[in-house]
């Protein structure tokens, strides 16, 4: 068996979660004796220095699509002539874990293969332009589904880039000015949303034989704004077995791992909220370290000393496990996680996961068992969970040593599920 994964990068060049998962099945087939490829889009590929793989993946590119979040839902690019790769070795089976920055046409060359299309849904980018649905509502709540296009539209307007002429303006011409702008961006947007669910519609009809979720709530989610019946199945990501690393014994100052930077998708309203709670408690026995682009976050919370909040550099997924294990608790205060690996590999490695009820997380955690998982107001009772739990490091140590490691799926058993579906479409009974 032969198969092509598509994917919007190389895992070696991007971790992010659909990278990560790729990493997983490429070293699970060749476990199983099955053969891969992966294609990416060309601004993706002209990053390739080399391959971790070797020469046992073959590697190809397709054409980019340029503003990919808005302007790759146009039918008339489905048509449209563009080259396309020669592939050496022709898939048994496709599998798209996501088509971001390709041009559409991938679509239909794909489907001219001639063999099933299996495709994952990881995130909401093509239904959101912005990818993550949370910014619409005031304190980054997941948008209701089905979303209008009015809806998404204030969002998207809300968000264009503009540069303004070096020319001198006056206050009240300025305004003038960007009103209109604001103005005519909106007109001209709202055909290109309009049409957006439609087009997804199309796709997972024509180009699409059988849909993976990694999550329950977030494949109910999904399926509520597209409106359309596919054959699905929820498959939890699962991660791959590292070696052990000795858990850290939790003692003052307490470890904390928040790895959300200044984004507001990855819950910095929650986080600075509970700061400034922390900001006025006496005697802090913890240290948070702040992991991610950090440069939205106000200086004097890195200054104050009883937070003691302080940057921390990026980890590659290879070090992930030995950098877990320098820290006592995780903070993941997200409130829109399709899955939350990160939230796992935390269970996995003996770090307590502090978490909003955010669909894949919050049908993992149990209370108590392989984390906490706070309730509204999220500020103000992260900023109590922390205290809690800072305040006697061998309470929090026994929490630790009782976590339910194996609440967290494997990545044999998720490729052994993904198997089932690949032979299921193909009719075989072995993998040949």
């Given amino acids: ?79 449209a002539e563009v080259s396309v790769p020669v592939l050496d070795v022709l898939p048994d089976l496709v599998h798209v874990i996501d088509w971001v920055s390709f041009h559409p046409a991938v679509h239909p060359f794909l489907r001219k293969l001639g063999c099933p299309i299996v495709r994952s849904v990881c995130n909401f980018e093509e239904f959101c332009p912005l990818t993550t649905p949370v910014f619409h509502n005031p304190h980054a709540e997941p948008c209701h589904v089905p979303l209008s296009p009015e809806q998404c539209l204030d969002c998207v307007a809300d968000h264009a880039k503009l540069t303004v002429p070096g020319a001198l303006y006056t206050y009240k011409v300025l305004v003038r000015d960007l009103v209109a702008y604001r103005n005519n961006y909106r007109q001209g947007m709202l055909p290109l949303l309009t049409r957006r669910t439609d087009f997804v519609r199309n796709l997972f009809r024509k180009y699409v034989d059988y849909v993976v979720f990694p999550s329950g709530n977030f494949g109910q989610y999904f399926r509520a704004q597209l409106q359309d019946t596919i054959d699905f199945k929820v498959i939890p990501h699962g991660l791959s077995e590292v070696d052990a690393v000795p858990m850290r014994e939790s003692t003052a100052p307490i470890r904390i791992l928040y790895t959300g930077g200044d984004r507001d998708a990855k819950g910095w309203a929650v986080m600075s909220a509970a700061l400034e709670i922390l900001a006025r408690a006496p005697n802090p026995q913890f240290e948070i370290h702040c992991v991610g682009n950090a440069h939205g ?9 009883n937070i003691k909040l302080m940057r921390a ?3 590659s997924r290879h070090d992930s496990a030995q950098v877990l294990g320098t820290f006592d608790i995780a903070i993941a205060p997200s409130q829109f996680e399709s899955y939350g690996l990160f939230v796992r590999e935390c269970v996995q490695s003996r770090v307590l996961p502090i978490v909003t009820p955010s669909m894949g997380v919050s049908e993992f955690i149990v209370n108590g068992e392989n984390g906490f998982q706070i309730e509204e107001p999220y500020g103000v009772n992260l900023a109590n969970a922390i205290l809690a739990l800072t305040a006697d490091p061998n309470a929090l140590t026994a929490l630790r040593v009782g976590l339910n490691v194996s609440s967290v799926s494997t990545a044999a058993a998720e490729f052994d599920e993904l198997l089932g579906i690949y032979r299921q479409l193909l009719d075989v009974s072995d993998v040949v």
């Fill in 1 to 79: 068996m032969h198969i092509l994964y598509v994917i919007h990068a190389f895992p070696w060049n991007e971790t992010t979660g659909a990278t990560l998962v790729l990493d997983n099945y490429v070293k699970q087939a060749a476990l199983s004796n099955i053969t891969v490829s992966i294609m990416v889009p060309e601004i993706a590929y002209r990053h390739i220095e080399y391959s971790e793989y070797g020469d046992a993946v073959r590697l190809y590119s397709f054409r980019s699509q340029e503003n990919w979040a808005i302007s790759a839902f146009d039918f008339a690019l489905l048509d």
């Fill in 297 to 305: 976050i106000p200086e004097h919370y890195f200054q104050n000393p």
């Fill in 313 to 315: 550099p990026a980890y």
